[in-house]
């Protein structure tokens, strides 16, 4: 926990400071409001603040106003006002100002500690909780295994990636890729060494992608990548960039040693302009199951809008 304490009163900060290093707390002091309000933005910890009512350029009242209406519960700070005012009615104003506890001047050392554990323990409350609420968070939009994006996370990204792309011009690619001969991996090694290559396969891509794509798990052994501002030609290039960086090394399992290929299938809303999620996914997967049927351990593209037709006519035939 961090203090900070701003108060222009030369002996209060001597007391204070003698207290809170005989308490072990580290504190940081500040003589006027501007520079208590600089310290408290720029902290990144659970900060407790011992606030002035009286202060120079900015009073401890203005402070706890900005606190609640600049920074929220994103950054949560316990402000004690301490001052020599002791009215019903000055105790009213700084709450309503937004402090959490209000200090008279002149006060004790075990009243200050007092107040001060107490803003220690609402501080580690709120840690918890944001600390519960984050793994929550990660728990619902993640994938248990692999630790990426999972396919509601991923195909939301994508929707906010066309979208972007609509308002700027720009384009979005995708790939559907997938680990080739995967239920063979399964049924000849044991599904923990599938369990092992799914992990791989998934590190292998996000480390191959750039810093702003996205890599999710779109179920069972297939992953679904988004690119912002590819086109089809440069998803294309980064489809075969994936292709390496997954075969290059054997997958070292529990159970035995296995070179892994994906195959993999792209589309790009710079092609005919379609920019629909569901044509755009359609179209990736169509190109998907081509290098499957192709060999494997490739890349295809979509097809022209005549070849599709026949596509769809032959999908029609085999149901």
């Given at each position: ?25 580290l ?28 202060l ?25 006002l ?8 000055d ?40 600390q ?18 999972n ?7 994508l ?43 998934s ?49 070292t ?52 809008a ?14």
């Open positions: 926990m961090r203090v900070v304490i701003a108060e222009d009163s030369p002996i209060y900060r001597a007391l204070m400071k003698k207290y809170f290093e005989q308490w072990g707390l504190c940081v002091f500040a003589l006027d409001g501007a520079q208590a309000w600089d310290l408290l933005r720029e902290s990144e910890i659970p900060t407790l603040a011992l606030l002035g009512w009286v120079p350029k900015m009073d401890g009242i203005e402070l706890c106003r900005r606190i609640r209406t600049s920074l929220g519960a994103r950054q949560y700070i316990y402000a004690i301490i001052t020599a005012k002791d009215s019903k009615q105790l009213l104003d700084a709450m309503e100002a937004g402090a959490d506890d209000y200090l008279i001047k002149p006060f004790y050392a075990p009243e200050l500690k007092a107040r001060v554990l107490a803003g220690k323990r609402i501080l580690d409350l709120q840690s918890t909780l944001l519960t609420q984050e793994s929550l968070r990660i728990a619902a939009t993640h994938d248990a295994l692999t630790g990426i994006k396919r509601m996370e991923i195909i939301g990204v929707k906010q990636e066309l979208a972007r792309s609509r308002r700027s011009g720009g384009s979005v690619g995708i790939m559907f890729a997938d680990i080739d001969h995967f239920k063979s991996i399964n049924d000849s090694m044991g599904h923990l060494a599938g369990d092992s290559v799914l992990k791989v396969v590190g292998r891509l996000t480390a191959a992608v750039r810093v702003y794509d996205h890599v999710g798990r779109y179920g069972g052994e297939e992953f679904l990548v988004v690119l912002p501002d590819c086109d089809l030609k440069r998803t294309e290039g980064r489809a075969q960039e994936l292709l390496q960086a997954v075969s290059k090394k054997a997958v399992t529990s159970n035995g040693t296995r070179t892994v290929t994906v195959s993999i299938g792209i589309a790009s809303t710079s092609v005919s302009g379609f920019v629909e999620v569901e044509e755009l996914i359609n179209r990736a997967d169509q190109a998907l199951y081509r290098a499957k049927e192709n060999g494997r351990n490739r890349v295809e593209g979509p097809l022209p005549a070849a599709l037709e026949v596509v769809h006519a032959r999908f029609k035939d085999e149901e």
